[in-house]
Each structure stands twice: as C-alpha cells, then as structure tokens.
C-alpha cells in the first residue's frame, strides 16, 4: 500500500523568503510519480508540479522546486521568494505503478504568508 | 485546464435521504475520481472509473455508489445520507501527460447532512 506522510500541519513564512514544505512517501512499486497541489482558500484544487521516480533531474516550474531524494523517500516542495498569495494548504500525493492514475494524498500543510 | 463541472455545489440534507452528486467533463478523459476532503484527512478516494460502466472502490467506498454510463458524466449517490458523510467532494479527471497521470479538479461539492 502507498502512503504519503506530511508532518507540518502548519507552517508561517516571511514575504520574499524561502520555505520547504515536508513529504515523504512509503511505496513498493519501482515506478511512481509525485505531486504537490495547491488548495487556496476558495477551495480549488491547482496542479504544482510532478516528479517521475526515474527522472534524473529535480522538477521545476517557475517558484516550485521538487527536492526529490529517492533513498529518503522524501519529496519536499521548495517554493522561493514566498508571496502573500502562496497562502493556501499544500498536498503531496503520489500515483502508484505506471497504468494506474489513482493519487494518493497526504494530509496537507497549511502554509501562512506574513508580510 | 480540462473543463470539470460538479453540481450541486452546496447542499444540505437530512440524515436517511438519498443524495447525488454529478460531475461532468467536457475533454474525453478516461479515467474519473470521486474524493471526499476532511480537515486533518486530506483527500481519500471513495470510486473511480476507468470507462463507461466500468467502476471500481477506492479507500473509503463504504456508504456510497457510483454509475458512469456516458464519457463524460460521473455519478456519486448516498443512498441514506448519514452525519458522516458531510464533507467537500472533489470529483478529478486523469489528464496531462499520458506518463504523469496528473489529475483535474473539479470545484468542489459540499454536503451537509443534518
């Protein structure tokens, strides 16, 4: 079975600084894919960025970082130079075995911007 | 960004009337979710198909059932709504890149059952 840990509940950055937001993940399919999604509070659900278990390289996209470490097991979401609407809860989630589309979600962060 | 429609957004119900929930998608997606979100429980898969009347459980299938007889449509009822089972319903479509399997959101359906 697939799990998916995230152990910060909450958590609070200062404007224009760094945060890492926690995943790890318990797996034992050899390929799987990670994700983080974005639920600002008008409810929706945004698509952050996805890393492959065999892809070489950290996912990015614009301020999103993936720091993926395979032998942790771990998956952190990096956002840089935080701004007040990066205030939102954070998912991690992973697909399992390649074929197979369900997403297995985590409990979430919630991340507070202070200005 | 694929086009996920839920209806109804809000509803309130009494405990013991049944409810259905419909999501419609307008790209032709295969795959379809229904999730249900709980503060300190994240998302968890109640149904999902992978076709037209082909419909498997997720992890928290119990209380509820679903029917897709067309592409596009999802289906979610309660059968006898229980206080259990108020909570947002995300329905999600399989989209994206054929090897990411990234997921579609829909808005969003909040029950409450009284």
């Known amino acids: 079975a697939q799990k998916i840990t995230q152990t910060q509940p909450g958590m609070f950055v200062q404007e224009k600084e760094a945060v890492t937001l926690d995943c790890t993940y318990d797996t034992s399919d050899p390929s799987y894919g990670l994700f983080w999604y974005k639920q600002p509070s008008s409810g929706e659900m945004i698509f952050l960025i996805y890393?492959?278990?065999?892809?070489?390289q950290n996912a990015t996209e614009g301020r999103y970082s993936l720091n993926f470490q395979k032998a942790r097991k771990s998956a952190n979401l990096v956002i840089s130079a935080s701004q007040l609407g990066d205030s939102a809860m954070y998912f991690c989630?992973?697909?399992?075995?390649?074929?197979?589309?369900?997403?297995?979600f985590g409990k979430g962060t919630k991340l507070s911007v202070i200005p | 960004d694929a086009g996920i429609t839920q209806s109804p957004r809000h509803k309130v119900t009494e405990t013991g009337t049944p409810v259905t929930l419909r999501c419609h998608q307008t790209e032709n997606h295969r795959y379809m979710y229904w999730y249900r979100q709980d503060p300190g429980h994240g998302l968890r898969l109640i149904h999902y198909?992978?076709?037209?009347?082909?419909?498997d459980k997720g992890e928290v299938s119990d209380g509820y059932s679903v029917s897709r007889s067309k592409t596009e449509d999802f289906l979610l009822t309660l059968e006898s709504a229980t206080s259990s089972q108020t909570s947002v319903y995300f329905c999600a479509t399989q989209g994206g890149q054929e090897n990411t399997g990234e997921l579609f959101f829909g808005e969003g359906s909040r029950l409450t059952v009284l």
């Open positions: 890393q492959g278990s065999y892809d070489q």
């Open positions: 989630a992973m697909r399992g075995r390649a074929g197979s589309y369900q997403l297995t």
């Open positions: 198909s992978y076709g037209v009347k082909d419909t």
